[in-house]
């Protein structure tokens, strides 16, 4: 039980009876891993535990410059930009040892083992030879070395056997479009804005990636915004403008954006999205959620949460860059929120990243112009970045479990707010104000015209949603998107991981992503299951979801998955070693399980070894002596002419 | 099968046939060779044919010696080599120690 530093010297260089596993809890942990780390051979491993009444002030694994190699030409974190300004990288470092994270709801499980420890184990000099309370803990990998040499492994050999030993990371990236996008009018396409955000998140622990900060806010931020703004323009509009509105969700991002590195490479190639794809010339100007919601616990007291564009731009401003953020920041102000620009060729880690390292013409000539809205200026606001801390309460947000009604109809932030179930403070009213603001902003960049009208996206909405990824995947909306032939278990209640796993296996973060699209975004259409599977319009998929009343309902959208793989892996002859794209893979590996007992003296068991060493040489001993005597022990039969003897009874 | 029960002349035969056999990349048989006519080749009271069974055994632990080294330096080699020679070590190996380099 390590509960300050000097315990954890203790253990690194005067135990005896080594080595140990430390029990730490979230507070320590960042003050002991580096002592740990610097002199790993009495270290076993660490269990680490959350402390359920306090919390550091900062933790996160990831490191200073997150994603670091995967820039683009002029984006190195160097000298005094350090974005992720905690970060300890022990995502990216060589763990001698395993560490596993108990969730403060396994608590009793730290108190059965501190009743252990305080029987055995107090007496911390003389431990050797004594008998201890011992824990094990268990996460045997199969990969070794790095991706080269365990795909390398992982394929047959001449001998015709391999052990698979790794995946390539991966999932589905979602996209959906305002208007459709049909193959047939592929010539004559729209100038697409693209709006994308990431949707994955990471942390050191499996099934524990909470991503509030680090990916959540953005990407609720963004379907918000994709709903809202569907119901400002009718589709049947579509044909009286020229420009349509891209939404894209990025998966895999944390490990080199995988997500966004893929799209980037197919664009370049011509590919994406697969029924009609854009080039960079058909983008007229890419929005990213960044990192959104780190600083919303900073202002949680007050009614503001400034935001911030990045823009990569110290000349030459494309145009439709100073004329978004102009509009933006109009409807920024109208919706009591402030957004500054920020001109800066060193752009926070963001997809945008990937688009100016693969697509680096268009973007630095500025014909692809793109901005960045975070929530931060310089480093990050959030403290617990890529961490299993990153969850609800890092960005202050109490859920309101407002029902929602059969029609799906969410209600407006300002009657929320009139009525007192919700204050200016809270995390839901302000992203509903980013999403009305951004899908403002995206009106009158399609029509031409300032918006008038009275439409603007919901905190209810807001609060239903940051309550299916933040607390329980057993919500609402996610009921409501379900399809409706889905039989399965319902989910459990609590959030779903947003790590983004192997390629091999979905996540459910890309599957409730695009359902939520589908559902809040698309057509909902009066018909049946079998006439619903029937419809073929181009330019939409039709999905048969549980709708509002979970009565089954016909959705037409223009929602669609993308895969979502690293292109190293699809780009023949790809040279692995050349750190063009992100080449991260996941190790096999057997069950993880710890347990706690209590270990022998080792007396016994010394005894047990000498005792059966002795009882060997002995026998040996006797029976080389009996060899030798053989003669005056066993009489040499005398010759009685064979005759047998018999008794008479 | 008991040496004993043969004539001087078959187990002659046999440790021939023993050598010939090694000689067709079967160091384990010469190895068997020497182990099992030593006593014949070295001990036994002199015969007739003890001296070309006592060839036979030497060249048989010869070749068993020289093949013991040869292996031995290989697989030496191969172990501490192995992780070093990267792609050559993975196709050189038939199975993979699973969570090691």
């Known amino acids: ?649 | 099968m008991d040496l004993n029960r043969l004539t001087n002349e078959k187990k002659l035969q046999l440790c021939r046939w023993y050598f010939r056999v090694g000689c067709a990349l079967l160091p384990f048989v010469w190895a068997v060779n020497v182990v099992w006519f030593f006593k014949e080749a070295f001990m036994k009271p002199p015969y007739n044919e003890q001296k070309q069974i006592k060839k036979y055994v030497i060249l048989s632990g010869v070749g068993t010696i020289i093949w013991a080294v040869l292996l031995s330096a290989w697989s030496l080699a191969f172990q501490i080599k192995r992780v070093s020679w990267g792609a050559t070590g993975d196709a050189l190996s038939f199975i993979v120690p699973l969570g090691h380099p």
């Open chain 1, 1 to 649: 039980m390590i509960s300050n530093i000097s315990d954890a010297q203790w253990m690194v260089y005067n135990s005896s009876a080594g080595p140990y596993v430390a029990v730490v809890n979230t507070i320590v942990f960042n003050e002991v891993i580096e002592i740990f780390m610097q002199e790993p051979t009495n270290v076993a491993g660490i269990l680490l535990y959350e402390n359920a009444t306090e919390r550091p002030d900062f933790f996160s694994p990831e490191t200073q410059c997150p994603n670091e190699n995967s820039v683009g030409p002029d984006g190195k974190c160097a000298g005094d930009v350090v974005w992720n300004e905690n970060g300890s990288g022990l995502l990216r470092r060589d763990i001698p040892f395993p560490i596993f994270f108990l969730p403060s709801s396994r608590i009793s499980e730290i108190d059965k083992i501190t009743q252990c420890h305080d029987r055995y184990n107090l007496d911390k000099d003389n431990q050797k030879g004594r008998p201890l309370c011992s824990l094990q803990l268990s996460s045997f990998m199969y990969a070794a070395v790095n991706t080269a040499v365990c795909l390398r492994r992982s394929a047959t050999s001449i001998f015709g056997i391999a052990i698979k030993m790794c995946d390539p990371l991966g999932d589905y990236n979602v996209y959906s479009s305002l208007f459709p996008r049909p193959k047939e009018t592929a010539k004559e396409n729209k100038q697409v804005i693209l709006v994308t955000a990431r949707m994955d998140a990471a942390s050191l622990f499996d099934g524990v990636a909470p991503g509030a900060a680090s990916a959540v806010v953005g990407l609720v931020t963004l379907i918000t915004t994709a709903a809202t703004l569907s119901q400002m323009i009718p589709l049947s509009d579509a044909p009286l403008y020229n420009k349509n509105v891209l939404f894209t969700l990025f998966n895999g991002e944390s490990y080199d954006y995988i997500g966004s590195q893929r799209v980037a490479y197919d664009i370049s190639r011509g590919v994406w999205p697969p029924l009609s794809p854009i080039t960079s010339k058909d983008i007229n100007l890419h929005v990213e959620l960044g990192q959104l919601g780190g600083s919303l616990n900073l202002f949680k007291d007050n009614p503001n949460w400034p935001l911030y564009a990045y823009a990569p731009y110290t000349y030459a401003i494309p145009p439709q860059v100073t004329e978004f953020l102009a509009e933006m920041s109009s409807y920024s102000q109208s919706n009591n929120m402030t957004i500054e620009s920020e001109f800066s060729i060193n752009l926070p880690p963001s997809s945008l990243h990937s688009f100016r390292k693969i697509l680096s013409n268009a973007t630095e000539s500025g014909e692809l112009p793109e901005i960045l809205l975070v929530d931060h200026v310089g480093k990050f606001t959030n403290k617990f970045y890529q961490s299993a801390l990153d969850d609800y309460e890092s960005i202050g947000y109490t859920y309101h479990n407002i029902t929602i009604s059969n029609d799906g109809k969410f209600i407006s932030t300002d009657d929320l707010i009139s009525n007192g179930t919700m204050s200016e403070n809270e995390a839901q009213v302000k992203v509903a104000r980013v999403a009305t603001s951004l899908a403002h902003t995206l009106y009158q960049q399609i029509v031409g015209t300032a918006y008038t009208g009275n439409i603007s996206s919901s905190a209810h909405l807001v609060d239903e949603m940051l309550y299916c990824f933040l607390r329980s995947q057993a919500c609402r909306l996610l009921v409501a998107a379900d399809y409706y032939s889905n039989e399965d278990t319902p989910p459990d209640d609590r959030p779903a991981p947003l790590y983004v796993g192997v390629a091999a296996a979905s996540t459910p973060a890309a599957l409730y992503s695009g359902h939520l699209l589908a559902l809040l975004t698309g057509t909902h259409l009066q018909v049946n299951r079998t006439a619903c599977d029937k419809i073929g319009t181009p330019g939409f998929s039709y999905y048969y979801l549980r709708g509002w009343n979970h009565s089954g309902i016909c959705i037409q959208t223009t929602m669609n998955f993308s895969q979502a793989i690293s292109p190293a892996f699809i780009k023949p002859d790809y040279n692995i070693t050349s750190a063009e794209f992100s080449t991260w893979t996941e190790s096999v590996w057997l069950g993880l399980w710890a347990r706690v007992f209590v270990r022998a003296a080792g007396v016994g068991a010394r005894v047990a070894a000498a005792a059966g060493a002795f009882a060997t040489i002995l026998a040996a001993f006797t029976t080389y002596w009996l060899q030798r005597h053989a003669s005056v022990i066993f009489l040499t039969p005398v010759a009685d002419n064979g005759a047998i003897r018999s008794v008479n009874c």
